[in-house]
């Protein structure tokens, strides 16, 4: 099964709303990640946070984390129609050399 | 600077036959992945590599997918011979490995049809 289960599947926004998108785990981590992928692209990554970090920040992207939960979320504000895209998050689970386990995406649309 | 490299972005076949796909890592990654994306069960990891040796290759479908990693500028995964099922969208991604820190580049992917 996905380590990472993202929710809600589908999310549909105005533009210069907020975003908000979450991602459930199983079992221990070394760090949690973010990527976005565009239609018909490559995933690209987003930010990273690790274990012992309960909140990040990059650009209008806020990313938090809680162990005991097993679970994170994505914040994007402000959105803009390019925020457009499928994002997923990543876990690498403790031991895991380097292996990244993807969930299956959260689908987000933001209308102008 | 270049990005991961794949090749062909698009191939079409017809089952039974050989499909090499190929990937570049980015210069001064050591670890290199290779992906499966479908609607259906959502983006798998198929084998990866450090430092040019095989680590796990646990989501290989079955033995008609191998990869190889012959020197840390390139990698291939073949499939012989194909299935419609294995139509997908293959991505190709590298890192450095630092444990507990590791960020993927993916390339673009190769969209392959099998008819």
């Known amino acids: 099964s996905q380590q990472g289960e993202e929710d809600p599947q589908a999310l549909s926004i105005q533009e210069g709303e907020n975003a908000t998108m979450n991602c459930s785990y199983k079992?221990?981590?070394?760090?949690l990640q973010w990527y976005r992928q565009n239609s018909g692209r490559g995933l690209v990554h987003l930010i990273l946070?690790?274990?012992?970090?309960r909140e990040k920040h990059s650009g209008r992207l806020r990313v938090t984390l809680d162990t005991s939960k097993k679970s994170s979320s994505l914040l994007i504000t402000a959105s803009r129609a390019a925020d457009t895209a499928s994002y997923f998050c990543a876990t690498d689970a403790t031991g895991a050399n380097s292996k990244l386990t993807f969930g299956k995406g959260i689908t987000l649309s933001v209308r102008p | 600077d270049a990005g991961v490299i794949q090749s062909p972005r698009h191939e079409v076949t017809e089952m039974g036959q050989e499909v090499t796909l190929r990937c570049k890592p980015i210069?001064?990654?050591?670890?290199l992945f290779w992906y499966r994306q479908t609607m259906m069960r959502g983006l798998e990891l198929l084998i990866y590599f450090n430092n040019n040796v095989p680590i796990d290759d646990s989501g290989m479908p079955e033995d008609r997918f191998s990869a190889k990693m012959p020197n840390a500028s390139f990698s291939t995964l073949k499939i012989q011979p194909s299935e419609p099922r294995d139509s997908a969208v293959y991505f190709c991604?590298?890192?450095?490995?630092?444990?507990?820190?590791?960020?993927?580049?993916f390339g673009p992917g190769t969209r392959l049809t099998v008819l």
């Open positions: 079992t221990s981590i070394n760090n």
């Open positions: 210069s001064g990654h050591n670890s």
């Open positions: 946070i690790r274990s012992n970090e």
């Open positions: 991604a590298s890192s450095v490995w630092l444990p507990g820190a590791d960020t993927q580049y």
